[in-house]
């Protein structure tokens, strides 16, 4: 990298990245919290199948650096599997298009560090109001707070909460995307998201 390409990366992603490190903390200590009810692991990618990816415009430039540091041989595969996506995408004819990640590779993320706010919340409870706190997908196919599910009334269980002994309920924070892309952390860390669609609109 020259110098204008670093002034160049600097200039776009600076404070986007003091936004990530600010979010990466308090994700991390979210998900240590529910530590009990989460059941993440490497290799584990169902959340990067099946579903929309929204993305802002700097999520996207973001990411599509992370690609441009990959070796050739994964560009290629990320490649061949985007062209799969979107021959998949011209045939569909519903409403909303669910598709696997083109960056998933062997069900690893090939762009970790560079990977959406969505993939960095994902698997959290999430908070509503009134009410008992959302939970992920996965947790209907055994995986994050399953253990505290109950499955007759597809609810979280206060009685295998305590069952497992287990110290206090699940908590929903509030980590939507939207709220995790709001004005707010615009204005306190100085960058725009720019526009938000599905990854795959960027990418075609
Ligand atoms: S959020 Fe759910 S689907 Fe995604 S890695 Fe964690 S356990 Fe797997
Ligand atoms: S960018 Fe990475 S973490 Fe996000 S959906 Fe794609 S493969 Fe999964």
């Known amino acids: 990298m020259d110098n204008t390409e670093n002034n160049e990366y600097d200039e776009l992603f600076f404070n986007y990245e003091s936004y990530l490190l600010f979010l990466n903390q308090k994700l ?7 530590k ?27 990411a599509l650096y992370g690609f441009s540091l990959l070796p ?8 061949e599997n985007l062209a799969k996506v979107l021959e998949q995408k011209k ?12 960056y998933l590779v062997n069900d690893v993320c090939s762009i970790y560090k560079y990977r959406g706010i969505i993939c960095r919340s994902f698997g ?11 939970v992920p997908f996965c947790c209907f196919e055994g995986q994050n707070y ?48 720019g526009e938000k669609k599905p990854m795959i609109e960027w990418l075609e």
């Open 72 to 79: 050739d041989d994964t560009k290629n595969i990320i490649e």
């Open 91 to 102: 045939n569909f004819t519903g409403e909303k298009f669910l598709y696997t990640c083109p």
């Open 28 to 34: 991390t200590k979210f998900f240590d919290n529910q």
């Open 36 to 62: 009990e009810y989460i059941f993440c692991k490497k290799g584990c990618a169902k959340c990067c199948k099946n579903a929309e990816f929204p993305f802002s415009l700097i999520e996207i430039q973001y």
């Open 146 to 193: 399953s253990n505290v599910l109950d499955e007759k009334t597809g609810q979280l269980s206060s009685e295998k909460v305590k069952k497992l002994g287990l110290k206090a309920n699940p908590v929903g924070y509030n980590v939507s995307y939207e709220v995790l892309t709001g004005k707010k952390f615009e204005q306190t860390f100085g960058f725009s998201f």
């Open 124 to 134: 959290l409870a999430n908070a509503v109001p009134d009410s008992s706190p959302r």
